[in-house]
């Protein structure tokens, strides 16, 4: 059976950081582009990290720039975003999803065949 979890999210004050992880089930990660979305409430789903098949080169939403790192441990088969320099805005559901394609994936949600149910992060004093 496929299966994509998350874990790692919860309450933290702002500046601070977690580290999401994405353990996969089912198949292999590093044959799989992975990408990090999030929905805030009352807002659309929006891309934040992919990390590619192969080269596993990265790319990040603007928003999380220089803050949030994405990375891949193939022998966990497990990819991780860790989140640095927490803000408010940050709060959201993030999910993370493997698609079967070349290049870079960010914010593209068609290009992902499998989904995790969401963690929840919450960015607050």
């Known amino acids: 059976q496929v299966q994509l979890v998350e874990s790692g999210g919860g309450l933290v004050q702002p500046g601070g950081s977690l580290r999401l992880s994405c353990a996969a089930s089912?198949?292999?990660?590093?044959?799989?582009?992975i990408g990090w979305f999030r929905q805030a409430p009352g807002k659309e789903r929006e891309g934040v990290s992919c990390?590619?098949?192969?080269?596993?080169?990265?790319s990040y939403a603007d928003s999380v720039k220089g803050r949030f790192t994405i990375s891949r441990d193939n022998a966990k088969n497990t990819v991780y975003l860790l989140m640095n320099s927490l803000k408010p805005e940050d709060t959201a559901i993030y999910y993370c999803a493997a698609g079967a394609f070349l290049g870079d994936g960010l914010g593209i949600e068609t290009l992902y065949n499998y989904w995790g149910q969401g963690t929840q992060v919450t960015v607050s004093s």
């Open positions: 990390i590619s098949r192969r080269a596993g080169s990265t």
């Open positions: 089912g198949f292999t990660l590093d044959s799989y582009a």
